[in-house]
């Protein structure tokens, strides 16, 4: 383990999206780390030391200092281990690519926080659907192309937890007759070895 890579730590929860991100960007790094479960009705020490302010996970902790916002935490470890001949990149080195990829992270992060209702989320697939880089044959597997990067990490939301809310709610609204392209990322994003290995299994 490198000097930069010594004293990292995860305080997360397993079901967070927010700690699934952050969890498979260091994964897909290579970068080793301690992480600790938070237990959120019972926050620890450490949780309310090192984000006093909203007191919430992921809190990522490099040297002791602390890192907070899972999409600001997946840019420090993007800069912070940037040797592209050691580590996997998470943002195209384009500059243009890298003010797409920052928008489209930028949308969901902005929609997804204020979602109350089915027709809202309906809207959102559309936009994705008709307007992101993701296609079929000729176009992009993923938002990184034909790996993923931090834009596909930044949208594991729709991946995963939307579909574990359809099945309690009992209303399915990524369909794949209606959003094909989106609904064709989601299969095979969740296929990803290292996200495959991060995502809870709610029917276990």
Sequence with gaps: MGEEESSVKLLGAWL?????????????????????DEDLMNKSEALLMYNPI???IPVFIHHEKPVLES????EYIEEMWSDDDKYY?????????????RFWIKFIEDKGKNLKAKGEIVEIFKTIEEHSPIGEAGNKLFFGGDKINAVDLA??????????MEEV??????EANKFPKLHAWTERFKQVPVVKNNLPDYDA
């Excluded at 999409?71 to 997946?74: A, F, M, Y």
């Design 155 to 164: 949208y594991v939301l729709i991946a995963r937890w939307f579909g574990a």
């Design 54 to 56: 909203f007191k919430k």
């Design 16 to 36: 967070s999206p927010f700690s699934c991100k952050v969890r498979c960007g260091l994964d897909l790094k290579g970068i080793e780390y301690e992480y600790i």
């Design 89 to 101: 990149r998470l943002l195209p080195k384009d500059l243009h690519e890298k003010s797409t990829a």
């Design 71 to 74: 999409v600001v935490i997946l």
């Design 169 to 174: 709610a009992g209303v399915k609204l990524l």
